[in-house]
């Protein structure tokens, strides 16, 4: 079992940089998938980005491409969402998430996630 607990969040201006990340709990971290998920008042949990085990391959949603960067330190047992440019519609709880081994690829669905954080809030204004 792991616990995640993100940290970070807070209030930027439009077109600003933030970072967060996420701490987990535990021995294991290196063999969790880990992602970023994001929700915003009234919609639906969305994905954000994803990255593997071993940092070889990360996912990005279109929304967030070219702008967001996910890295982790699996010394550490954190997971970082580097966010540039930011925008308005950025504003969200982002959450992360651990998909527990065996895992494969890098699933854009919550369903795939078996952890989740509390989540921070993360606010653009404009």
């Known amino acids: 079992q792991v616990q995640l607990a993100e940290s970070g969040g807070g209030l930027v201006q439009a077109g600003g940089s933030l970072s967060i990340s996420c701490v987990a709990s535990g021995r294991t971290f290196s063999s969790y998938g880990m992602a970023w998920f994001r929700q915003a008042p009234g919609k639906e949990r969305e994905f954000v980005a994803a990255?593997?085990?071993?940092?070889?391959?990360?996912g990005y949603a279109d929304s967030v491409l070219g702008r967001f960067t996910i890295s982790r330190d699996n010394v550490k047992n954190t997971v970082y969402l580097q966010m540039n440019r930011m925008k308005p519609e950025d504003t969200a709880v982002y959450y992360c998430a651990a998909d527990s081994p065996p895992n494969f690829g890098l699933p854009k669905i919550a369903l795939a996630y078996d952890y989740w954080g509390r989540g921070t809030q993360v606010t653009v204004s404009s």
């Open positions: 990255i593997s085990r071993s940092s070889d391959s990360t």
